[in-house]
């Protein structure tokens, strides 16, 4: 009975930290999971050391820990985006480098990208774009970026990264709404609360939702005793 019961708070510990991280192409910065609520994961100026990246066909690499969540990817032509209004288009609409779409699975996920494809103004061989993937496993939008310089010439992925998927998912299924980040509601071990120093109401949420699982589990193990 103690074994279930810290095997079942160990199991909640990892579900409080759970995120996702960016792996290919690099981030701006190394991963802050605190910080990763916020926009480009808190990295705010643009790097000099832009990643080299397909113009066409490209893939990404990250890694999830939620096991039911959805992905859009935003780009910017900006220079030194520093901002969200920096990643829209002149009619304010967020300029979509991967439309939305709903999967699962934990682990490594690697993925098609077509930024040549995705008709946005001012893309072409050597551009200098940042995109920011835009992730929410239920608990909230989480945002990390990376700054590219596209290339034609390149056409796949560098032989160092592993482009493989963990799990064999179930397919993607893309949002009709197209630039609309869709919301995802907290379902299980997705619940994620970062910390309990930050106010955000998006942070007390998941504090809640994970103190009602613990509950709930306690609950049953009551009930069962
Ligand atoms: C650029 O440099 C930063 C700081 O050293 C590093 O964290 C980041 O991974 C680098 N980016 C790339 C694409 O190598
Ligand atoms: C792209 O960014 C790199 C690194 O910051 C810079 O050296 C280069 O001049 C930029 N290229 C263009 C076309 O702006
Ligand atoms: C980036 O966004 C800021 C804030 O909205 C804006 O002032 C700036 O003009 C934008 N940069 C470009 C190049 O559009
Ligand atoms: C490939 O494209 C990049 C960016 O446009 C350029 O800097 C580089 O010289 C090209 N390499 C070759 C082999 O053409
Ligand atoms: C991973 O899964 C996604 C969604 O089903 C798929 O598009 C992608 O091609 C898969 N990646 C690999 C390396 O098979």
């Not at 209004?85 to 098609?112: I, K, L, R």
């Amino acid at each position: 009975m103690r074994f279930a019961t810290a095997a079942v708070l160990s199991a909640l510990v990892s579900a409080v930290s759970a995120h996702f991280h960016l792996q290919y192409p690099s981030p701006r910065g190394p991963f802050n999971m605190q910080n990763e609520l916020t926009f480009c994961d808190a990295y705010g100026q643009v790097t000099t050391n832009r990643t080299v990246f397909p113009l066409s066909n490209g893939y990404y690499l990250l890694t999830s820990e939620h096991p039911l969540w959805t992905l859009g990817v935003i780009i910017s032509t900006v220079p030194d985006p520093d901002n969200f209004a920096n990643f829209t288009d002149s009619q304010g609409n967020d300029q979509m480098a991967v439309n939305y779409f709903e999967t699962s699975g934990e682990g490594a996920f690697c993925a098609p990208i077509d930024i040549g494809a995705a008709n946005i103004a001012g893309v072409q061989d050597g551009s200098n774009v940042t995109i920011q993937f835009i992730f929410d496993g239920g608990d909230g939008e989480l945002y990390q970026c990376a700054d590219l310089t596209l290339s034609a010439n390149m056409t796949s992925i560098p032989s160092d990264v592993s482009c493989t998927n963990a799990t064999s998912n179930a397919g993607v299924t893309y949002f009709s709404s197209g630039v609309a980040p869709p919301t995802i509601t907290a379902t299980g071990t997705s619940s994620s609360a970062t910390s309990t120093s930050t106010s955000s109401a998006a942070d007390a949420k998941s504090v809640v939702g994970v103190s009602g699982i613990l509950l709930s589990v306690l609950g049953g193990m009551l009930a069962l005793a």
